[in-house]
C-alpha cells in the first residue's frame, strides 16, 4: 500500500501528528525549548521571578518565540508554569530561583482546603490570554498551551516545596482519601479553566504536565488520580483541540494514561517507543475495563506518540548526540508501519518527536538546532 | 499436591528462601534497617563520619545487630557503605552528613583511571572482617554482606558526590565507552574483593546494590553495564552463598537484570511482585540471546523475588499501613502458587518480604517491628 501523504502545509504537520493522519514527515518540538537554556533569554530574562516575567505579555510572548526562531521547531510552547493559575485564582505561590514553585500555607486540611475553595471565583487570566493571543498570532507554527495535571500540582500544594520523593503528599492520600479527592477536583476545574482560557486565546494544542505521576503504583494511579484525570480529558476533549499527556516514569501505567483519554501520550527516555505504544495500544485488552469507575474510562484511545530522547544525552558533543537522537527517530517512525500492516487504527501510532522530559539550562542550543535539522532530514516518510 | 516443607529452622530460613526451596513461612528483613532509624543508634552514633564508626567493629556489630534485637527480623544487613571497600583499596572518599559519599578527585580521564589503579595493593578490610566476625558468631539469624554494583560505584566516583542525574557519569559512558568500562572492570574487582572477604569472615549471603541502573535504557544496560556484572556474578557465585541484586525503577531491565546472574533480584515498588517475577521468569524468551556477547549472559535464571513495599508507606499510621503491608505479602506469597500450578522451576518464585527501597530516617521504628509481626502471622504459608 502506497503512502497517504495529505497536504500538510508546516502549520498543520504537528497538529495532524497528534491526530494519527498522515504526515510529509515527523514534527519536532522540545519541552521547555522556551527559557533557561538560551542566551537570547538570559540576556532579557532580569533577576525578577518567573511569574514576574509572567505579567508583561510581550515579554512572554517574545521568550515563547524565541526558541522558534532559533531551532526552527514545528510548534512553540508556552512560556509559563504549572503553578501558574493557582496564582491566577489567588493562591500564595512563588517561584523562587533554584528552588522551585514554593506556597506559602501548604494544604493539608479540610480547612487548608475551604480556604482554597473560597478563594476560587474571578480568577485574573489577563496576561496569559494576551500572551497566548500575541504567540498565536506571530507564530508561524501552532502554539501548545498548558495546564498541570491534577496530581502533580497536589504535590506541590501538599508538600509546600519541591521535594525528592513528595511524602506529604503521599501521607495525605493515604489517610485522608476523600480529602485528596476534593483537592484533585479543585485542582482539575483551575486547569481546565485555564486550558480553555488558552485554547480560546488562541491555542491550538493543549499539553498536561502531570510530572509525578510515576511515584504512584498501578493501583494508586487507578484508584486515586484516574477518575479525576478522565474527567478532565472529558472536558478538555470539548475544546476541540490535540490534548497530550506527560509524566515521568510512567512506563509501567500508560496504558491507565491512555484510558484517561487523552489524543497523545508524551513518553520519558526509561522505555522504548514501540513497547510504550504496545502497552498504550493493548489498554482495553489488557485491563477488565468493567472493574473500574465507568467514568474513569476513555471511549477512545490515543493516536500519537511523542518522544523520548534523554535530555542528558543533549549534554554532549554532536558527534556522539547525533545517533542517539537518530536511534530515537528511528524507533517513533517504525510506530507507522505498524498502521500500515495492521487495519486496526489502535496498532499504528502518529509519532512527535521530542525529549523524555525537559531541555536541562546546561544545553548547548546549538545541539538543539542540529537534533531539528536532522528530523528535518532524516524524518522524512 | 501437598506442600513439602522443609524442616527450616529459623538460621535457615532466609537463605532457604533465596534459593527458592520451600519455606515455612516468608522470611522479612528491611534495606537500611540498622542504623538511620533506631533511636539506640542515635545514642550511639556520635557525631564523626560513619566512615570513622565503620574502624569500631565492637560499635559496628552493635549497630548492625540493634534491628535484628529490637524487630526480630529473619537477616541481619552489615551496617556499612557501597563506597567502603573504595576507601579500603586507599581511594579518598568521605561520607559527608547531609550530602552522602564525595570524593575528593572526580574519576572523568585516563589518568585519573591509572591513579586508582595505581593505589589498589593491599587493601586494608581488617575492620570490616572483624565487624562481620563478630556479628556472625553474636547474631542468631544469617547475616548479608554488601557490595556495590559496579555502575552505581562509578555514579559517586565519576559525579564526585551524590546527584539528581548522575549527568557526569552519563557523558563518561557515552563519549569514553572503553574507559568506562576499564573503570567498571576495577570497580567490579573491588566489589568482589569486599564480598569475598564478607564471606570469608562469616556473611551468609551478598545484595549487590546497584541503586541506579534504573537511570539507564535497556540498551545502556544491555551494553556498557551487563558485560561487568554479570561477570562479577559468575566470579561470586564460585564463593557459595545466595546473590541478591537491587535496583531502583528497573521494570524495564528485570530479564536483563536476571540474565546478569544474580539468584534474587531486589525489585522496588513501582512494578507488582507478579508482573516482576513474569518479566523475570521470561528472560531467556523474551531476548536473542544469542545476540548478546556470550559472557554476559549467565546459565541460571533467579530462584527467588524480594520486595517492595514503599518505603514512604511507612511513614503513616499502623492501621493505614497494614493493608499496604498485607496487600504486598499476599502478593509475594502468590508467587509459590506458581511453584506448584506449573512443572517447570522458572515459572515459580521464593520470597523475601522488604521495602522496594532503604528505610527512610523519619520512619517510626514501631511500624516497622509491627510489620515484622504481621510476616510472621499472615506469612505462613
Known amino acids: 500500500m502506497a503512502y497517504i501523504v495529505l497536504d500538510v502545509d508546516k502549520n498543520n504537520r504537528f497538529l495532524a501528528a497528534c491526530r494519527g493522519e498522515t504526515v510529509d514527515r515527523v514534527p519536532v518540538w522540545f519541552m521547555r525549548q522556551a527559557g533557561r537554556s538560551l542566551p537570547e533569554y538570559r540576556e532579557i530574562r532580569g533577576v525578577g521571578s518567573i511569574l514576574e516575567i509572567l505579567t508583561d505579555p510581550e515579554l512572554s510572548a517574545k521568550i515563547t518565540l524565541q526558541p522558534v526562531e532559533r531551532h526552527g521547531v514545528d510548534a512553540a510552547v508556552l512560556y509559563s508554569d504549572i503553578v501558574v493559575p493557582l496564582k491566577a485564582f489567588h493562591v500564595d505561590v512563588d517561584i523562587v530561583q533554584g528552588v522551585g514553585p514554593v506556597v506559602s500555607e501548604p494544604v493539608r486540611t479540610k480547612n487548608d482546603l475551604a480556604k482554597l475553595i473560597d478563594k476560587k471565583s474571578d480568577p485574573d487570566f489577563e496576561s496569559l490570554n494576551e500572551t497566548v493571543s500575541i504567540v498565536s498570532k506571530k507564530a508561524e507554527v501552532p502554539l501548545i498551551g498548558f495546564a498541570g495535571g491534577p496530581f502533580t500540582v497536589a504535590c506541590y500544594l501538599v508538600d509546600g516545596r519541591p521535594s525528592k520523593n513528595w511524602s506529604e503528599t503521599r501521607k ?16 482539575c476545574d483551575i486547569s481546565f479553566e485555564s486550558a480553555k482560557k488558552q485554547i480560546q486565546s488562541g491555542a491550538s494544542a493543549i499539553q498536561i504536565f502531570d510530572s509525578w505521576i510515576g511515584s ?13 484525570t478522565a474527567l478532565l480529558f472529558r472536558r478538555l476533549a470539548k475544546l476541540n483541540v490535540p490534548l497530550i499527556y506527560f509524566g515521568l516514569g510512567t512506563a509501567e501505567i500508560l496504558d491507565l494514561m491512555a484510558l484517561s483519554g487523552p489524543d497523545v501520550i508524551s513518553v520519558d527516555h526509561q522505555v522504548p517507543l514501540g513497547l510504550a505504544w504496545e502497552r498504550i495500544s493493548k489498554s482495553w485488552e489488557n485491563n477488565n475495563v468493567s472493574e473500574f469507575a465507568i467514568d474513569a474510562v476513555s471511549q477512545h484511545l490515543p493516536k500519537a506518540i511523542q518522544g523520548n530522547l534523554n535530555p542528558l544525552n543533549c549534554l554532549v558533543g554532536w558527534k556522539y548526540l547525533e545517533p542517539l537522537a537518530l536511534d530515537v527517530l528511528k524507533e517513533g517512525m517504525a510506530l507507522r508501519t505498524g498502521m500500515e500492516r495492521e487495519s486496526s487504527g489502535n496498532s499504528s501510532a502518529g509519532y512527535i518527536f521530542n525529549l523524555g522530559h525537559g531541555v536541562l539550562p546546561e544545553t548547548n542550543p546549538d545541539n538543539l538546532t542540529k537534533i531539528v535539522e536532522l528530523i528535518k532530514r532524516e524524518g522524512i516518510y
Open 216 to 228: 504512584l503504583s498501578r493501583k494508586e494511579y487507578l484508584e486515586i488520580v484516574m477518575p479525576h
Open 172 to 187: 495525605l492520600f493515604i489517610t485522608e482519601p476523600e480529602l485528596f479527592g476534593q483537592l484533585l477536583d479543585y485542582l
